[in-house]
């Protein structure tokens, strides 16, 4: 199994700029489907925010394109989400997802809170 460990969640003011990190180990990048980042908030279902696949294409969820950007460094076997212009309904903890068959990892999740 794939253990992934997230970091760089806080708390940041509205407009501000987070950069979370996902280190991967157990298995390669281009042995997974995709890499991704999910979010969830209270009281609110799970959400795909940003993922990358083997060949590079990347999708990203229409409330996060233009201010997001997920990257990779498959030396380092870290996936990074760049957050800029925070708003406050970003606010969730944000889950790094590795799927691979069949049932693919999950992260424990980092906080992100952006304050009005």
């Known amino acids: 199994q794939v253990q992934l460990v997230e970091s760089g969640g806080g708390l940041v003011q509205a407009g501000g700029s987070l950069r979370l990190s996902c280190v991967a180990s157990g298995r390669t990048f281009s042995s997974m489907s995709y890499m991704g980042w999910f979010r969830q908030a209270r009281g609110k279902e799970r959400e795909m925010v940003a993922t990358i696949n083997t060949r590079g294409a990347i999708n990203y969820a229409d409330s996060v394109r233009g201010r997001f950007t997920i990257s990779r460094d498959n030396t380092k076997n870290t996936v990074y989400l760049q957050m800029n212009s925070l708003k406050p309904e970003d606010t969730a903890v944000y889950y790094c997802?590795?799927?691979?068959?069949?049932?693919?990892?999950w992260g424990q999740g980092t906080q992100v809170t952006v304050s009005s």
């Open positions: 997802r590795a799927a691979y068959f069949p049932t693919g990892s």
